[in-house]
């Protein structure tokens, strides 16, 4: 125990911390009594080891759940979860994966790249800085047989509802894990109520609900969907609030009088209802002597006739199984005669206007009474403009000269009177009543600023001159007198702004004016500048409601005064807040001012010339309007309701200003409209709504809001009219009929429903209409993609046309009446049918084999029939090389025919193709296709005849006799080639694969030289022995003296080999040829 103090050291240096776990309390006693302090608990923070078990690692389905659990080691106090890879890097969470509150990982469906070996839950205990591993869990996706879509399932909380307890004032977490493929989406709702939004926050991607500072009104029902596009599942946790006791009222202490009867309440809630019970100096009150003066009544002990010597310290001790709370109420029984606390004839100094506190401590027993007296002989009460606090304080809300005396204050008791006196002084206001003013100064001229004040005659000023809100500089060209600052010699760095201060012991004043310096001028310009303030301000005439302000105009600097504008400030209501009143022309010098009733009035004037507004003149004395009724009423007042059976009056309340009275209250009346019955009322203050229920559903009010105040009631209100609260309407629209103009337009109509049963303000109608299915015997099922349309067809509408319908379709509708509220109940289902229409295009066309002179046509029906399928329709014709189209053809077809062979078509022509479906109403839109046929020398082009021209014909023949020359050259480059050394073996093994030169195509096939067509010695080829012409290691490029391969037109080559190129041989069997791409990438298999 540290020396004179209740602090407890515990060294626990010396041996294990477990040894002080326990629970402490400390205890104060002296002669009066004993006082204990709440219960202490002291425990150990620990950080145990993970239990060691086995870690099965898991394979799993692509697309299912899974969870993996972490199951930490209990610790004190529990530690912090989050899983981690072998490279300490945290596992990325999203909408699919998260972490439950308890630790657990959840996949919500599990995906490819989830396969690893390395999830690790880690565990970190804060107050012993340590961290625990758990061993790393291997996780296997197995994509074959994937897992089909599924509906929302929940992984936790299990079942369709669960509880969840939380105590009063802490925060409440409430958690959905979903499962489901693709992964749901989560939203949360309470029933029967909204969340708090100011408290609410959602966690982990919308699976945590968290709602701080928990109250007893969040008990209740909170829902959680999880929503995919396969469907939705809820889970319904119910909440239940409870608490640990809390203070509704702590005991007080008392000082009480012999004979004086005292009481002790311990006002506590709490749930369960908490158990008080009381203790005397620590002790138990059943356990304590017994005293007859002493009653306890559940939470109050009433102490009656104490005697002296009878103090002791209270102890209130409330519980419940969540918590317990604790208090000492110290009861002293002291009897004393009032002390006057107070210094005696102390003196109060305060500026006009400003409040004035005078101070009466008292002390004594019974508590002294206080009352006050002025100049020994009138007695103040409790009222405007005095306050008596509870302390004995007295306050002058607004000091006046006449405040100004000689103040007594009187402590009374039953054994004693006692008496103080103190003063008051109110002193005048520091004013600057001429300011210094802005100045224009040569260089090397004097400025002079002028700064006049007034100030009360008891104060002693000061006068301070600052420069840039800084000191002046050190400079004997500074001559500081007792009401102006002169700079003799003025230079350049003289330029600023020049501020006087005037400070007396209670209060300052201050202006400010700039300095500029110019060259020297022979002729100094006029200078226009604001006018001066005015000063000198009075008021006269006053009466209740109007007054008269006087004032002196201030100097107009070379631009006449246009006129003056009057503000005033309401020191009651509005401190600080200077609002336009009134303007007058630049002529005048007084204003008749209308006054509004218990308003503290100060005025200013502040006057304009061309060059602007003056700085406003120092303010009037105050001048105080008596209290009246108000003069007007609350403005832009409503009646609506919120929900069925309330109406809601609201209005915007008066002003302070327009209260015109102390205690401004509202007189609220409404009584139903064309009912005869009496005007219900009620009178609130300090609201803007008042809340009326029990209302019928949606009938006229007639509403009026009359301001009153203690002196009155306003004006007669003006009567508005407000509708109660909507409810959703009761019945449906009947006689509903569909008009179908055509395929995909048709007409409804229907019987608006009686005004009585939409109960609220009609806002149209809501038309739902869906494709239930095709008439087409190939559509007999139900549309499963089709959703519902909806439109709505505003005010007393009783009919809609429905565009944008599909042909040949069935159609249910049903409408529904719309207010307010919401929507009433749906009119029965009606049906309808659309006729057939005109088809879409064909899905796809597409031209096959085409060849010389002919080609083939393959087409799929249309996406959407409209209608059933008669035939189709198909027009083809040439376009020539001007892109002109040539004569038409036109076949047609039988539904069941979707393709056609055309024959006799002109070779190397491109055709275009249209190709349309009909029904009974007509063709629909066409599919256009353009293909070509086949030319026997040429590429397709859109050319038409190209073989036919002479030029070409001439250019085919001299290419032609150049390859035939190139050919010949070739040869004979090869003969002189000769063999190479390994030409005998691989003669021995010629490549099957070579064929002959086909004379059709014009393809080679084997060389007369067969040891071009070989691997180079010591390459590795294919393990069958052969190789394909197209993994070939033979170049052409590489046998030729540097020349390109030759193609002819289409596309086929028709070069020759020239000859290997001469390579140095090192080795006596190797081959110099350079080993070709083939060959090389056959070296490495």
């Known amino acids: 125990m540290k020396p004179g103090s209740g602090t407890l050291v515990i060294d626990i240096s010396g041996e294990k911390a477990e040894a002080y776990e326990g629970t402490y309390q400390c205890t104060a006693h002296n002669d009066h009594g004993t006082a204990v302090s709440n219960n202490i608990v002291i425990r150990q923070s620990r950080s145990p080891l993970w239990s060691k078990e086995r870690i099965e690692a898991i394979t799993v389905q692509l697309g299912i759940s899974l969870v993996l659990q972490c199951r930490p080691p209990a610790g004190l106090p529990p530690p912090v979860i989050f899983w981690m890879d072998n490279n300490f890097q945290k596992l990325p969470l999203d909408k699919r994966v998260s972490q439950a509150l308890n630790g657990d990982l959840y996949f919500s469906n599990v995906l490819a790249e989830d396969t690893r070996n390395d999830y690790i839950c880690y565990a970190r205990f804060p107050h012993t800085q340590t961290i625990q591993q758990k061993q790393p869990i291997s996780v296997t996706v197995q994509e074959t047989n994937p897992a089909r879509e599924q509906r929302p399932g929940f992984l936790t909380p299990l079942g369709a509802t669960s509880t969840k307890m939380v105590l009063r004032g802490e925060t409440l977490e409430l958690e959905c894990i979903a499962e489901g493929l693709p992964t749901p989406d989560m939203s949360w709702q309470k029933d029967g109520g909204e969340l708090p939004t100011s408290r609410v926050s959602f966690l982990n991607y919308k699976k945590t609900l968290k709602i701080s500072d928990v109250g007893e009104a969040d008990a209740g029902d909170y829902t959680c969907t999880a929503t995919n596009r396969l469907g939705t599942v809820d889970h319904v946790i119910k909440v239940t609030v409870k608490a640990a006791p809390f203070w509704i009222s702590a005991p007080r202490n008392l000082i009480l009088a012999p004979n004086e009867t005292g009481i002790l309440t311990c006002r506590v809630s709490g749930d369960p209802k908490p158990e008080i019970r009381w203790f005397v100096n620590g002790i138990l009150l059943e356990n304590a002597p017994e005293d007859h003066t002493r009653k306890v009544d559940d939470d109050t002990v009433i102490l009656s006739n104490v005697q002296s010597g009878s103090s002791a310290v209270y102890q209130c001790n409330a519980s419940n199984e969540f918590g317990y709370l604790m208090a000492n109420a110290f009861v002293n029984v002291l009897a004393e005669p009032p002390r006057v606390l107070t210094p005696p004839n102390q003196v109060y100094q305060v500026i006009t206007n400003s409040p004035a506190l005078l101070d009466c401590a008292t002390f004594g027993s019974p508590i002294p009474s206080i009352t006050w007296f002025k100049d020994g002989k009138i007695s103040i009460k409790s009222g405007d403009p005095y306050v008596i606090h509870e302390n004995g304080t007295l306050e002058i809300n607004v000091a006046q000269s006449q405040n100004s005396g000689k103040y007594t204050c009187i402590a009374t008791n039953n054994l004693g009177i006692k008496e103080n006196h103190v003063y008051l002084e109110v002193k005048e206001p520091t004013r600057i009543l001429k300011q210094p003013e802005y100045k224009v100064v040569q260089r090397g001229m004097s400025a002079v600023f002028e700064c006049k004040v007034k100030h009360d005659p008891s104060l002693v000023p000061t006068m301070t001159w600052l420069k840039n809100n800084g000191e002046l500089p050190d400079d004997e060209r500074f ?18 702004t020049y501020t006087c201060i ?23 310009a006029i200078v226009y500048e604001k006018p001066d303030p005015a000063t000198d ?58 006054l509004s009733p218990f308003v503290y009035y100060s005025f200013r004037v502040l006057a304009k010339n061309q060059v602007g507004y003056s700085q406003p003149s120092q303010a009037s004395h105050q001048y105080r309007t008596n209290p009246a009724a108000p003069d007007d009423n609350p403005s832009d007042v409503q009646g609506e309701g919120t929900e069925p059976g309330n109406l809601v009056i609201s209005w915007k309340p008066l002003t302070g200003f327009q209260s015109n009275g102390p205690g401004l209250e509202y007189k609220v009346l409404w009584r139903q409209k064309d009912v005869d019955e009496e005007w219900s009322s009620t009178t609130v203050a300090n609201v803007t709504q008042v809340v009326v229920t029990g209302t019928p559903i949606f009938v006229p009010y007639e509403i009026k809001v009359q301001s009153l105040n203690d002196y009155g009631n306003g004006p007669e209100a003006e009567v508005i009219i407000g509708y109660s609260g909507e409810d959703l309407p009761t019945s449906a629209p009947d006689g509903v009929l569909v008009m179908v103009h055509n395929s995909t337009l048709a007409e409804v109509h229907w019987e608006p429903v009686s005004s009585h049963s939409i109960r609220g303000k009609l806002k149209g109608y809501k038309v739902y209409y869906r494709r239930e299915r095709g008439l087409h015997k190939t559509e007999e099922e139900a549309d499963q993609e089709s959703q519902d349309q909806v439109l709505t067809f505003s005010g007393n509408s009783t009919e809609g046309s429905l565009p944008g319908l599909q042909p040949y379709s069935l159609y249910n509708l049903f409408i529904r009446v719309l207010n307010n509220k919401g929507e009433g109940p749906p009119s029965p289902d009606k049906q309808f049918e659309t006729p057939e229409g005109v088809p879409g295009p064909p899905s796809f066309l597409n031209v096959l084999n085409p060849s010389l002179d002919s ?231």
């Not at 631009?559 to 009057?566: A, E, G, N, R, V």
């Open 479 to 496: 001559e500081v007198d007792t009401d102006s600052l002169v700079i003799k010699d003025v230079m350049d760095e003289d330029e600023g």
């Open 537 to 594: 301000l009075e008021l006269t005439d006053q009466t209740e409601r109007s007054v008269r302000l006087t004032w002196i105009p201030g100097d107009e600097h070379n631009s006449p005064t246009q006129k003056f504008l009057i503000q005033y400030e309401d020191l009651l209501h509005q401190p600080g807040v200077w609002v336009n009143m009134t303007e007058v022309p630049g002529t005048s010098t007084t204003a008749h001012l209308n």
């Open 855 to 1085: 080609l083939t046509l393959e087409w799929g029906p249309p996406l959407n029939n409209n209608g059933r399928l008669i035939g189709y329709t198909l027009t083809y014709q040439p376009v020539n090389n001007t892109v002109e189209m040539g004569t038409v053809k036109m076949m047609e077809f039988p539904v069941n025919e979707t393709t056609v062979t055309l024959d006799n078509l002109n070779s190397s022509v491109l055709y275009k193709f249209d190709l349309s479906a009909k029904t009974i109403k007509g063709a629909g839109a066409n599919t256009t296709k353009e293909a070509s046929t086949v030319m026997e020398t040429t590429v397709p082009s859109r050319h038409v005849d190209i073989a036919t021209q002479g030029w070409f014909i001439g250019l085919m023949c001299a290419i032609a006799l150049l390859i035939l020359v190139l050919l010949i050259v070739c040869f004979i480059k090869r003969n002189k080639g000769g063999k190479y050394p390994v030409k005998e073996k691989e003669e021995a093994h010629q490549d099957p694969e070579i064929q002959p030169m086909k004379e059709d195509d014009g393809t080679f096939g084997e060389y007369s030289d067969t040891e071009d067509h070989k691997p180079l010695k010591g390459s590795r080829t294919p393990s069958n022995g052969t190789v394909r012409r197209d993994e070939s290691d033979d170049s052409l490029v590489d046998y030729g003296e540097g020349g390109d391969g030759q193609f002819n037109e289409d596309g086929s080559f028709i070069g020759q080999y020239s000859g290997k190129k001469e390579k140095d041989t090192h080795e006596g069997n190797e081959s110099s040829e350079a080993p070709s791409p083939v060959n090389a990438m056959n070296s490495f298999v």
């Open 502 to 524: 005037m400070n007396t012991s209670l209060d300052q004043d201050s202006a400010t004016a700039m300095l500029t310096v110019v060259e020297a001028t022979p002729t100094p």
